[in-house]
Nanobody, 121 residues
Framework: QVQLVESGGGLVQAGDSLRLSCAAS????????MGWFRQAPGKEREFVAV????????YYADSVKGRFAISRDNAKNTVYLQMNGLKPEDTAVYYC??????????????WGKGTLVIVSS
């Protein structure tokens, strides 16, 4: 069984913060890492951040480094994405993915259905 469910998206103003959650179950819990990706209107899906279940090692895209923070709570089987200093260009559908290989879109084994984040000026 594989299940990834994102939550926490919404409509905010530039400079605001949001915390996204990804509840994992089934085989996603056996993956090495969990990642966050996003897809803006008319653009390709892109990598945002990734974290390992075991050690909590994290890696970020340059576009969000210093503003976003990924974390996980193994006891709750949940991965979070804390987004601070949001900008209009952060507007996108944010997806959670289970990963055993490199942190790339085409390496994701399982996807959630996404949660929408809209940042207005």
């Amino acid at each position: 069984q594989v299940q990834l469910v994102e939550s926490g998206g919404g409509l905010v103003q530039a400079g605001d913060s949001l915390r996204l959650s990804c509840a994992a179950s089934g085989r996603a819990l056996s993956s090495r890492s969990m990642g966050w990706f996003r897809q803006a209107p008319g653009k390709e899906r892109e990598f945002v951040a990734v974290i390992t279940w075991a050690g909590g090692s994290a890696y970020y895209a340059d576009s969000v480094k210093g503003r976003f923070a990924i974390s996980r709570d193994n006891a709750k089987n949940t991965v979070y994405l804390q987004m601070n200093g949001l900008k209009p260009e952060d507007t996108a559908v944010y997806y959670c993915g289970a990963i055993d290989g490199v942190a790339a879109v085409d390496a994701v084994e399982y996807w959630g259905k996404g949660t929408l984040v809209i940042v207005s000026s």
